[in-house]
């Protein structure tokens, strides 16, 4: 499995930035109960009303270390390469994203609004509470979207719109991490290999993919995953 980006070691310079990292660091540790203003606030040696000033409130805030979780994201996924083997490039992303989700569980669950719903009071403008919106969840899913426009345009597939192929490979990976999260699988040695893998060369061969080529790609994509430096 490939290696997750973490949150950075470094002190962080600004009081932003340092506030976020006490939230996240919160999160990690206790779970989204803990994100208030006087608890990360105090994780960060400041007052609370330090959080009012930077950000306007918690909903704020946790906007910010969402977008701060997708940043990670992003950039892993544009350290991944591209390849001519489209599939195992989306398969790469999905393996990425799976191992971010186990390192970061509770900041996966911020960032995709599964159990914060109720958890966190809603801000007046409802951009700031739904992640998809954002710029930087607009910056990784462009990831996705371009490797599948490259993955309609060869002759692999018969799907003619990138777009909904994204949205379906979307769907089917979160729909996994959700339930890996969540302990569903524990019966399983390797869920990646024994569930995940299957998912995805039922995916691609669904979408006009040789069943042969679809799970070489997904090997290559774990291949790379498991290799020193990946």
């Known amino acids: 499995m490939a290696e997750a980006p973490r949150p950075k070691d470094t002190p962080s310079n600004s009081i932003a930035e340092r506030l976020i990292d006490a939230a996240i660091r919160l999160l990690a540790t206790e779970g989204p109960s803990a994100i208030k203003a006087r608890t990360v606030a105090a994780e960060a040696g400041m007052s609370s009303m330090v959080v009012?000033?930077?950000?306007?409130?918690v909903p704020e805030l946790v906007k910010a270390l969402t977008d701060h979780g997708f940043d990670q994201l992003g950039t892993a996924f544009a350290e991944l390469p591209s390849t001519d083997d489209s599939v195992?490039?989306?398969f790469s992303m999905a393996l990425i994203t799976v191992a971010y989700a186990r390192a970061n569980p509770h900041l996966y669950d911020a960032m995709f609004g599964l159990s914060t719903r109720s958890t966190y009071r809603p801000a007046s403008d409802k951009d700031v509470r739904l992640a998809g919106h954002s710029a930087a969840f607009r910056s990784v899913?462009?990831?996705?979207?371009?490797?599948?426009?490259?993955?309609?345009?060869?002759?692999?597939?018969?799907?003619?719109?990138?777009?909904?192929?994204?949205?379906a490979l979307w769907s089917y990976v979160h729909g996994y991490i959700m339930l890996e999260l969540a302990n569903h699988f524990d019966e399983f040695d390797d869920p990646v290999s024994q569930v995940l893998v299957p998912m995805g060369?039922?995916?691609?061969?669904?979408?006009?993919?040789?069943?042969?080529?679809?799970?070489?790609?997904?090997?290559?994509?774990?291949t790379r995953s498991t290799s020193p430096g990946s």
């Open 52 to 57: 009012y000033n930077y950000f306007g409130g």
């Open 201 to 222: 060369v039922t995916f691609c061969v669904g979408l006009g993919d040789d069943p042969k080529a679809a799970k070489a790609s997904h090997q290559i994509a774990l």
């Open 141 to 167: 899913y462009a990831h996705i979207t371009d490797a599948c426009t490259r993955l309609v345009g060869s002759e692999r597939v018969a799907a003619t719109d990138p777009k909904a192929v994204a949205g």
């Open 88 to 90: 195992a490039d989306l």
